[in-house]
């Protein structure tokens, strides 16, 4: 099995603007400021939709992991006024995905506002979010901010995704399909395209069935530096529709996927595989092989790997 067990770090910001329905104007901003991922944020990264609305209302208990929604539900919102993404050049990398909700004129009416979360779908009601915070001022205090009947309440929402940037090194046995050991082999896992934009951030990191992500291809030569990836030839490629992917079901509070990536008869015969890219839904890695493995066209091959997640820790 080659394991990357270094976990990506996931957190996420809030920066709430209100301003004049009919001029536009700002009148009220709080800045940026940051949020607790909760428990049940971290699970749903695995499976199905964790950035698809935002919800605000006025409780004001300190935010704990452990926390299924906001204290008083006062509104939702999933009209997205915009959409960027992007990944950061210098360390520490992270790729970053923002939208900004826009709550409409008439949502709230003099509104106490003081805590804001991501909602992990539409529902109408306070649970079912990905993280929480309290509403920060600029010098990040716990605030209040009034939002009255004739102002649109736009609250920006960014999720980052941290990858590390060295290498993984470990070993694992080439089996034959009885389980005997036919060689040891030294991977070396590193991070690949670390400063290349995810369109996919808030995608389930298992949902390779219904995206054509989680793609793995095979090369013939060295893996090269953390914003690139593998050299020489492409020795096959496999995607989810042609099965040369698979994963074990997600256990509830792992924080963790385990894939299986196969080789078919058909796949790379007699051509040395060196390394390996695997491209995932908010993370891309490449894998060395020492030595190469070259398999033959009655011969299959799967390779097993897991990934962890977590809360991002400076």
């Known amino acids: 099995m080659i394991n990357i067990k270094e976990k990506m770090g996931t957190c996420g910001r809030f920066n709430l603007i209100v301003r004049k329905a009919q001029t536009n104007e700002i009148v009220r901003e709080t800045g940026w ?51 960027t993404r992007g990944a950061s050049s210098v360390a520490p990398y992270y790729k970053w995905s923002r939208k900004t909700f826009r709550f409409k004129a008439g949502d709230f009416n003099n509104t106490n506002l003081s805590e804001v979360a991501i909602g992990l779908g539409g529902t109408g009601d306070g649970a079912g979010i990905w993280n929480r915070a309290l509403i920060k001022d600029g010098l990040g205090n716990p605030t209040v901010l009034t939002v009255l009947a004739d102002e649109v309440l736009d609250v920006l929402c960014e999720i980052r995704v941290y990858q590390s940037q060295a290498d993984i090194n470990g070993h694992f046995n080439l089996l034959d399909k009885n389980g005997n050991i036919i060689q040891e082999i030294a991977a070396v896992i590193r991070p690949s395209k670390i400063t290349t934009a995810k369109t996919t951030i808030g995608v389930g990191l298992a949902a390779m069935n ?5 793609l793995l291809q095979a090369y013939n030569g060295d893996i090269g530096g953390i914003t690139s990836t593998p050299s020489g030839s492409e020795v096959f490629t496999g995607n989810p529709s042609q099965q040369r992917l698979g994963y074990s079901p997600y256990v509830l509070g792992s924080h963790e996927l385990k894939f299986t990536a196969y080789y078919l008869l058909g796949d790379g015969n007699s051509a040395p595989t060196k390394s390996l890219f695997i491209q995932g839904v908010i993370s891309d890695y490449q894998v060395s092989l020492t030595p190469a493995i070259t398999k033959g066209a009655t011969q299959t091959l799967n390779l097993s790997y897991s990934l962890s997640w977590g809360r991002y820790n400076p």
């Open 33 to 83: 400021f940051d949020n607790l991922v909760l428990d049940q944020g971290l699970d749903a990264m695995a499976n199905g939709s964790w950035f698809a609305s935002c919800k605000v209302g006025t409780g004001n208990s300190t935010p704990v992991a452990t926390q299924t929604q906001l204290d008083a539900y006062k509104a939702l919102s999933i009209n997205v006024q915009t959409e």
């Open 210 to 214: 219904a995206y054509s992500f989680n």
